[in-house]
T-cell receptor, first 113, second 113 residues
Framework: GESVGLHLPTLSVQEGDNSIINCAYS??????FIWYKQESGKGPQFIID???NMDKRQGQRVTVLLNKTVKHLSLQIAATQPGDSAVYFC????????????WGLGTSLAVNP | EAQVTQNPRYLITVTGKKLTVTCSQN?????MSWYRQDPGLGLRQIYY???????DKGDVPEGYKVSRKEKRNFPLILESPSPNQTSLYFC????????????FGSGTQLSVL
């Protein structure tokens, strides 16, 4: 989920397990959602996006699920690998906000070998 | 290789000494943006540019300037840096406008003493 204060929520998983990272978004008018991955010492990297006319989208080893009823977004990573260890950010936007991205504070994923 | 290049990677300076952080992208993107990243505050947009000679304030523009004289370059200028501008800075570009699929640089860690 989204973080408060100075400490990111951390999800710890075993290598090979599936990971689910959750995000509660803020605005019911948001119609575009995006996930980024930030590895230590690097800039955020695009993972996958989804528009509000869909409730699921799959990429390579990743799936994004969108539940507009409860304003919830999740990122599922299949067969998590050590290289998946990173901070994951969700972001949203909507036309009425001039398409400005509204960023979550991130979730840290730690993969144990 | 398609990329966003920022320089320098690390910078230590003193209060009041003007500095410029350069950003260049080789993907012919029209949209470029600057963010700062601080613990507990996430990514906050400083300035953005929809195209050459078009720049707009983001969420935290105070103390910063930008210019967009050519499509590939978007320098961030701190005319009189202060310690509260100590942060990790990211430049980003996008082929699709303000809120979608940003490509980030590797970051500039700035310390203002």
């Amino acid at each position: 989920g989204e973080s408060v204060g100075l400490h990111l929520p951390t999800l710890s998983v075993q290598e090979g397990d599936n990971s689910i990272i959750n995000c509660a978004y803020s605005n019911s008018a948001s119609d575009y959602f995006i996930w980024y991955k930030q590895e230590s010492g690097k800039g955020p990297q695009f993972i996958i996006d989804i528009r509000s006319n869909m409730d699921k989208r799959q990429g390579q080893r990743v799936t994004v699920l969108l539940n507009k009823t409860v304003k919830h977004l999740s990122l599922q990573i299949a067969a998590t690998q050590p290289g998946d260890s990173a901070v994951y950010f969700c972001a949203e936007n909507y036309a009425g906000n001039n398409r400005k991205l509204i960023w979550g504070l991130g979730t840290s994923l730690a993969v144990n070998p | 290789e398609a990329q966003v290049t920022q320089n320098p990677r690390y910078l230590i300076t003193v209060t009041g000494k003007k500095l410029t952080v350069t950003c260049s992208q080789n993907m012919n993107h029209e949209y470029m943006s600057w963010y700062r990243q601080d613990p507990g505050l996430g990514l906050r947009q400083i300035y953005y540019s929809m195209n050459v000679e078009v720049t707009d304030k983001g969420d935290v523009p105070e103390g910063y300037k930008v210019s967009r004289k050519e499509k590939r370059n978007f320098p961030l200028i701190l005319e009189s840096p202060s310690p509260n501008q100590t942060s990790l800075y990211f430049c980003a570009s996008s082929p699709q406008g303000r809120g979608e699929k940003l490509f980030f640089g590797s970051g500039t860690q700035l310390s203002v003493l």
